[in-house]
């Protein structure tokens, strides 16, 4: 009787024992399952990824640039980086020389200092025969009386910029500048195909010698 209850005792020990060994092991493996999983947890903020792609002797962002008419120096230099962005997505063939271009809107604005490039964006002078849209006047003159015309108002400077180069490469006025141009002509040379964008009998010389005396030698294009 005494040895069948020490059998039963020893077994009910042993069972004991394994019931403790078999917790120990799955609770090891759920903790090293639990610290595994927690190593991969997918965090709800968002990933900081910064992909930069910067190729050489390239000046244009993603973004358009602001064209800045503190002064002199910042409206050319903000002015050349708007035209570097529009032209990073423009074929080469359809680029304006950027001194023809810039001398054309410091003539036009006083070098950004003017009302239509301050309050209108309008680098270029460009005009609008559209009543309907937005437009501004000399200061002089009736603002609130259309006249079959106005300075064209642009949301942004860069966007007078693009809408230059759209009429130059567009617009049957300027096809003898676009055939010059597809004949790698010098700029002077581009620049007297000018005849029908002013009014203004000196104009064409007058752009001459902004690029000649102000640009050329002055400033990195």
């Given at each position: 009787m005494l040895a069948s209850q020490i059998y039963e005792f020893r077994n009910a020990i042993m069972k004991a024992i394994n019931l403790f060994c078999n917790a120990a092991i799955i609770l090891g493996v759920y903790l090293l399952v639990f610290s595994e999983v927690k190593q991969v947890e997918v965090s709800n903020e968002p990933l900081d990824i910064t992909i930069q792609v910067?190729?050489?002797?390239?000046?244009?962002?993603?973004?358009?640039?602001?064209?800045?008419?503190?002064?002199?120096?910042?409206?050319?230099?903000?002015?050349?980086?708007?035209?570097?962005?529009?032209?990073?997505?423009?074929?080469?063939?359809?680029?304006?020389?950027?001194?023809?271009?810039?001398?054309?809107?410091?003539?036009?604005?006083?070098?950004?200092?003017?009302?239509?490039?301050?309050?209108?964006?309008?680098?270029?002078?460009?005009?609008?025969?559209?009543?309907?849209?937005?437009?501004?006047?000399?200061?002089?003159?009736?603002?609130?009386?259309?006249?079959?015309?106005?300075?064209?108002?642009?949301?942004?400077?860069?966007?007078?910029?693009?809408?230059y180069v759209r009429i130059l490469n567009t617009v049957f006025a300027y096809e003898k500048f676009r055939e010059l141009r597809d004949q790698n002509a010098d700029v002077y040379t581009l620049v007297d195909t000018l005849d029908k964008y002013a009014t203004k009998p000196t104009y064409r010389e007058l752009v001459k010698k902004v690029i000649k005396y102000n640009i050329e030698g002055v400033y990195e294009l």
């Open positions: 910067q190729p050489q002797n390239v000046s244009y962002s993603l973004y358009e640039p602001k064209i800045d008419t503190t002064n002199k120096d910042t409206f050319v230099v903000t002015l050349n980086q708007c035209v570097d962005y529009i032209y990073s997505d423009l074929p080469q063939s359809q680029h304006i020389p950027k001194q023809m271009l810039i001398a054309q809107a410091a003539l036009e604005t006083g070098w950004g200092s003017s009302r239509f490039a301050n309050e209108g964006n309008n680098l270029f002078g460009i005009r609008t025969f559209d009543k309907d849209s937005e437009w501004l006047l000399p200061i002089t003159w009736d603002q609130n009386k259309w006249i079959g015309w106005g300075v064209k108002v642009y949301e942004s400077k860069c966007d007078s910029v693009k809408d």
